[in-house]
């Protein structure tokens, strides 16, 4: 049974132990029937594949561009031939088809691993409030933390679609679990108002979720997604009737490179962090289990996303035992990852974490 929030902060280390060990139960529960895998009978003919692609079409396409089509099945045979061949390699983890399957591997990274962008620069200058460690730091911090388990902390994960709004929808997130934590209020805030509003307006060129903290202070709040829905394209910036239903006073950045601090930060509630290189085929690919690269960090392309949690794998874990991860919720859609989640290798400290996400992590506060 999930639990609601009703107790003090000095509470949080033992409510997040209790709610992640309900979480093992939870992800060991969750059903996996929508998920397609690539057989030895789908690959073996062109009928095979044909009948495969038909069936993730049907999940996963709405279009019906027989020319378009009949491009994306030839990009999709290649996919799906490569998943299978990495399945049957001994994988630690069975890679399955995703909403990516029918798209190249330049448009995954255009469209989905460049929406954080390193040209994006504020066009004023940010105060840098730093994140304060709490009385648990560094000795007593709880093992495991896992908001998924704490009942109206999250709303769901969603798609992006070909939008660069990822930090919009990391924002978004992140202001509504503070929301919640605050006020006991679930709301899905409006991103397409950040993707519209925000600087540096590039709409679905990308965008840092800093920036959109910034403007929704400076607009005293952000409307709901029932006020503003989300079209995943941008568009003119306009005021939805109706007042805002929240607002924050401030954000803070986490201590760069510190894992226990950002430990600290995220065992009060989530924080947004950005990522460098996921434009590799492991990211794109990825199914479930623990991921340990490849990032290409070198690129100028960033993504960014909402950590939700961290743990340590148990020790009859398939990966592995005791591997330490964090848990990062996505904004690429249920069918990519564990049902839209990733867990991502903790340690990697000499390089800003693994693919760079204790570089810049960076949350909200103080919701009116």
């Keep these: 049974m999930r639990s609601t929030i009703s107790m003090e902060r000095d509470m949080l280390p033992a409510l997040t132990m209790v709610a992640a060990l309900a979480a093992m139960a939870l992800a060991a529960s969750t059903s996996t029937t929508d998920r397609i895998y690539v057989?030895?009978?789908?690959?073996?003919?062109?009928?095979?594949m044909r009948g495969l692609y038909e069936r993730w079409y049907t999940l996963y396409r709405h279009d019906s561009d027989p020319i378009d089509k009949e491009k994306r099945f030839a990009i999709f045979k290649a996919e799906a031939r490569a998943l299978y061949e990495l399945n049957e390699g001994g994988t630690?983890?069975?890679?399955?088809?995703?909403?990516?399957?029918?798209?190249?591997?330049?448009?995954?990274?255009e469209s989905f691993a460049n929406c954080a962008?390193?040209?994006?620069?504020?066009?004023?200058?940010?105060?840098l409030n730093l994140h304060q460690p709490s009385q648990n730091y560094p000795d007593k911090l709880p093992l495991i933390?896992?908001?998924?388990t704490v009942d109206g902390v999250l709303t769901s994960v969603k798609l992006q679609g070909e939008c660069g709004s990822c930090w919009a929808m990391a924002a978004a997130g992140a202001m509504e679990s503070i929301h919640f934590l605050e006020?006991?209020?679930?709301?899905n805030l409006s991103v397409q108002e950040l993707v519209d509003c925000s600087p540096p307006k590039e709409h679905c060129k990308g965008g840092r979720a800093d920036m959109a903290f910034q403007?929704?202070?400076?607009?005293?709040?952000?409307?709901s997604s029932e006020q503003y829905p989300y079209v995943g394209n941008g568009s003119h910036c306009t005021t939805p009737s109706g007042a805002p239903v929240m607002s924050i006073s401030k954000f803070y950045y986490v201590q760069r490179y510190d894992e226990n601090m950002l430990m600290d930060a995220v065992a009060h509630a989530p924080v947004v962090v950005r990522f460098r290189g996921s434009n590799t085929t492991e990211f794109k690919r990825y199914s479930?289990?623990?991921?340990?690269?490849?990032?290409?960090?070198?690129?100028?392309?960033?993504?960014?996303?909402l950590l939700v949690g961290y743990g340590?794998?148990?020790?009859?874990?398939?990966?592995d035992p005791g591997i330490k991860y964090w848990l990062v919720k996505n904004s690429w859609g249920e069918s990519w990852g564990e049902r839209g989640y990733m867990r991502l290798q903790r340690g990697h400290l000499a390089h800003g974490g693994l693919c760079g996400i204790l570089r810049r992590p960076v949350y909200p506060a103080h919701p009116r």
């Design 145 to 148: 933390v896992d908001w998924r």
């Design 215 to 223: 403007y929704v202070i400076d607009k005293h709040g952000i409307h």
């Design 39 to 48: 057989t030895s009978e789908n690959v073996a003919s062109e009928e095979g």
């Design 183 to 187: 006020n006991n209020k679930r709301t």
């Design 117 to 127: 962008p390193l040209k994006i620069r504020p066009h004023r200058e940010i105060k």
């Design 312 to 319: 340590t794998t148990p020790s009859d874990d398939a990966n």
């Design 288 to 305: 479930g289990g623990i991921f340990r690269g490849l990032c290409d960090i070198d690129t100028k392309q960033r993504h960014e996303a």
């Design 92 to 109: 630690r983890v069975k890679h399955h088809l995703n909403w990516f399957a029918d798209m190249t591997q330049d448009e995954f990274s």
